[in-house]
């Protein structure tokens, strides 16, 4: 019995943490490319969410086949933040580059209210629905379907920074900007592509959340903290980093929110992100 | 291509040192920093026989959707008192303000945004700057609370219609007064209906998990619960208390799952309530009753989100529209409501209505806008339960301000519908018992 709890407790902390890695996925690259914190990664989240709720309630286009056009409509406003916003302030003081994702934060969730009102919504009947029981252990199909997604895209876009040119190009700018303008990669497109990668993986983790998570303009605060949390685990900036500390970090909100209670689950969390900071700041991947 | 990235590494690890501290310090902005008020005030030119009342709402934030019924309700009080829509006759605002000579009252609305800070801040410049002569407000237990310190500092009463944390009238103030019945009689009642149903079904109801969210409100009915069930011999199973605005609560619902209740009693607003039900399915976990403790679970959001999914729970309430049955007068203002916003009231809509009655009330029996006449008026109110579209026997404030005549009802979900269940002398429908498990409904 306390045997088949543990080991459903696990898997929900695992399924979960896969979604946190996704989320904290598109964080670091962005991240490690240029070194700006975007604060407005969670409205990215939200945006992948509404885009998945209008496709479903306009045109009853099922979250999970909307995926792809999910991914690229947020490349897309991930291009197109870079270019209007972050791009003007690359070379401007650090408060100003906060200051500018900070109020793009405010402003994305704002339109958000403003357009789509506060309400919260659910999509109420996806094509993945139910539960599955393996034994003792209950999953609910969203939530398996999603941590799946989640596991695919990070594999995907491994495989695109390691295994194909223009991937590579984003990982050298990522490690030297100047060096790899030396060697010919156009600095500019490898940020707007940093940009649209980082937005289109928020909008991914949005659009298989949107099957069980309800909807609404403010929902990107619920992850962006835990998201920081894995980056800072994972190792600024660090791909594979941030995947395993998402799973770690699921795994240990879960399992201590159910050992030691739920109270302390957030404090758990953030326990966490101090000893890590103390102990070895590069994170679990980090390269400094 | 290959790039030689080996060379680059000593420079790289100064940035990224830099680069961490600078992370960690716009974390710690992050959390630190609240959003500045965003505000809702008009500044329009104020007429000679407006009167002015402060309305501090969540307008913004995760509670937005609330706060903006709650602000379709209020609005729409006024505009009875006002005489803009008629309202049916017998009922509190069709009296209007003839002492005032026809004045009229304008609500200025605050947004609080769900923060106690921003709330006190909200309080402030609707005093001083809008030159309000009464609020009302927050909704939020704790916005009630940093709110109404500050009418009591400038001596503004503060009419408090929907926050049922029972300290707010334990706090010996002499400007605030709260219509609704406070958390205490609710709590009281949940035990109650319990002792009753055990009656009734001849089942075991003995053993609880409260599972109530980590603010002042959640906290308090935490208490209030412990101390109940010691009283009236219930035993607590689990006592989870859960941060609020999580991204999971499958730690939560495993832990419920492993003490396994009769009865779960749960405090949550609407987007906690709508995730863990979710994740009760998810889980397969069905308690034989979920006993909820109105917010979320009431929201008219929560219905509409889950749909058959939110069936069958039980959750007390103030408000319910079968109880139009008893009282003709609801059916009425709750059609002008839909007319207007195109929702039904619910019990918090419903209390915010009430709120602006009371106050148009007490500022007609004053004939006055000086604070302290509206004191004194609202002080000695006396309505009489037939004036309100509320199931109780009337407003009437004790020495604290809290109306003593109020009184809660129990509804649970059946058909879409919420419908009262108990007091069995007010309930419309029997009530469905034990909660059918997920995989048979």
């Known amino acids: 019995m306390t045997a088949d709890i543990l080991l459903q407790v696990l898997v929900s902390g695992l399924l979960i943490g896969l979604i946190y890695a996704l989320v904290a996925v598109g964080l670091t690259l962005i991240f490690g490319v240029m070194d700006i914190v975007n604060f407005a990664h969670g409205e990215f989240l939200m945006l992948g969410m509404y885009a998945s709720f209008w496709a479903f309630a306009l045109f009853h286009v099922d979250p999970v086949i909307a995926l792809p056009f999910t991914a690229l409509l947020l490349f897309a406003v991930g291009v197109i933040v870079y270019q209007t916003v972050i791009r003007r302030v690359l070379k401007a003081p650090m408060l100003s580059q906060i200051f500018a994702t900070f109020g793009l934060m405010i402003l994305l969730r704002g339109l958000a209210q403003f357009f789509w009102k506060p309400d919260h919504r659910l999509i109420p009947h996806s094509l993945v629905s139910g539960n599955i029981a393996l034994g003792p252990v209950q999953f609910g199909l969203p939530q398996v379907v999603a941590a799946l997604g989640a596991v695919g895209v990070t594999g995907a876009l491994w495989f695109f920074l390691h295994r194909t040119r223009l991937g590579t190009a984003l990982e050298a700018t990522a490690i030297d900007r100047e060096a790899a303008t030396l060697m010919g990669i156009d600095g500019q497109k490898m940020f707007a592509l940093a940009w649209g990668i980082g ?88 390269k400094a | 291509m290959r790039f030689m990235v080996g060379k680059a590494k000593g420079h790289g690890s100064t940035t990224r040192r830099q680069a961490i501290t600078r992370f960690v310090a716009t974390a710690a902005l992050m959390a630190t920093t609240a959003l500045t008020g965003l505000t809702f005030g008009s500044t329009g030119a104020r007429a000679e026989d407006e009167i002015r009342i402060g309305v501090i709402y969540p307008l913004t934030g995760a509670a937005a959707s609330t706060g903006v019924e709650l602000k379709a309700a209020a609005e729409l009080a006024a505009a009875m008192v006002n005489k803009e829509i008629a309202a049916p006759e017998g009922l509190t605002v069709a009296a209007g303000l003839p002492r005032l000579k026809g004045a009229k009252i304008k609500l200025i609305f605050g947004d609080h945004q769900g923060n106690p800070q921003v709330g006190a801040t909200e309080a402030e410049r609707l005093i001083t700057s809008e030159k309000v002569v009464a609020l009302t407000g927050a909704y939020f237990s704790n916005v009630t609370a940093t709110a109404s310190q500050v009418a009591e500092r400038y001596g503004v009463p503060f009419l408090n219609a929907e926050s049922s944390s029972a300290s707010l009238t334990q706090r010996n103030f002499k400007w605030f007064f709260r219509t609704t019945p406070h958390d205490d009689l609710f709590v009281t009642n949940f035990f ?40 009236r011999k219930f035993k607590i199973a689990e006592k989870i208390i859960y941060p609020a605005k999580t991204t999971q609560m499958t730690s939560e619902v495993q832990r419920l799952k492993a003490a396994n209740p009769a009865v779960i009693m749960q405090s949550s607003y609407l987007g906690d309530a709508i995730l863990s039900m979710k994740t009760y399915k998810e889980l397969g976990f069905s308690p034989s009753m979920l006993l909820a403790n109105d917010a979320g679970f009431n929201d008219s959001e929560f219905l509409k989100t889950l749909g058959k999914d939110g069936e069958y729970i039980i959750s007390r309430e103030v408000w319910a529209l079968d109880q139009a049955e008893r009282n003709p007068l609801i059916k009425k203002v709750n059609d002008l409501m839909r007319e207007r916003s195109g929702v039904n009231f619910n019990g918090n809509s419903a209390r915010s209505f009430t709120g602006i009655a009371v106050l148009a009330d007490a500022l007609n029996r004053a004939g006055s806008t000086k604070p302290e006449d509206i004191r004194k008026a609202l002080q000695e109110t006396n309505i009489p339960g037939s004036g309100l579209i509320m199931p109780w026997k009337g407003i009437k404030f004790d020495a604290n301000g809290q109306n003593e005549l109020g009184q809660g009802i129990i509804v649970q979900v059946q058909g879409g519908q919420y419908v009262t269940v108990w007091p069995t002398e007010v309930a419309t429908k029997p009530i469905v018992f034990p909660m059918p498990a997920w995989d048979k409904r």
Request: glycine letters at 14%; charged letters at 15%; hydrophobic letters at 50%.
């Open chain 1, 199 to 286: 937005a289109a993986c928020a909008g991914l983790a949005g659009g298989l959340i949107a099957t069980f998570f309800p909807i609404f303009p403010e929902v990107g605060s619920n992850f962006i903290l835990i998201a920081f949390v894995v980056v800072v685990l994972g190792g600024f900036g660090s791909v594979t980093g941030a995947f395993l500390a998402g799973i770690i970090v699921g795994l240990i909100e879960v399992l201590g929110g159910f050992l030691i209670g739920p109270e302390y689950k957030t404090a758990i969390v953030l326990s966490l992100l101090l000893i890590v900071l103390l102990v070895r700041p590069k994170g679990l991947m980090g």
């Open chain 2, 192 to 231: 109650t209906f319990l002792e009753d149903m055990e009656k009734k079904t001849g089942k075991e109801l003995r053993t609880l998990g409260l599972f109530n969210e980590n603010t002042l409100w959640g906290n308090e009915t935490t208490k209030l619960q412990v101390r109940l069930s010691d009283e």
